[in-house]
């Protein structure tokens, strides 16, 4: 099983980014998004248990940031608006089998990150 991540790159406060997280082989039921920014601790971003669809955020990026997927693609998706420079860190995307799914369950696939910078 892979993730791929896509859809990093430099954007300016304000605006809009649309990452995605494609799971090739055998997919999870959690899927979530996480960042890290130099220095600093990974931090969960958001998570979707993708049977029901239910969604889950960071207080830092409610109200801004959108999980989604598309299952006939295996494709996770994070819409990120309203982007600030405190956004800028590596993204990545995460699997895990989970009876419950949020951005502390403990995830065992990783994709590889992908980079957005805010100025």
């Known amino acids: 099983v892979q993730l791929v991540e896509s859809g990093g790159g430099s954007m300016q406060a304000g605006g809009s980014l649309r990452l995605s997280c494609t799971v090739s082989?055998?997919?999870?039921?959690?899927m979530g998004w996480f960042r890290q920014a130099p220095g600093k601790e990974r931090e969960g971003v958001a998570a979707i248990y993708t049977g029901s669809g239910s969604t889950s955020y960071a207080d830092s990026v409610k109200d801004r940031f959108t999980i989604s997927q598309d299952n006939a693609k295996n494709t996770v998706y994070l819409q990120m608006n309203s982007l600030k420079p405190e956004d800028t860190a590596m993204y990545y995307c995460?699997?895990?089998?989970?009876?419950?799914?949020?951005?502390?369950?403990?995830?065992?696939?990783w994709g590889q990150g992908t980079q957005v910078t805010v100025s």
């Open positions: 995460a699997a895990v089998w989970s009876l419950r799914c949020n951005v502390d369950v403990e995830y065992n696939l």
């Open positions: 082989g055998s997919t999870r039921n959690c």
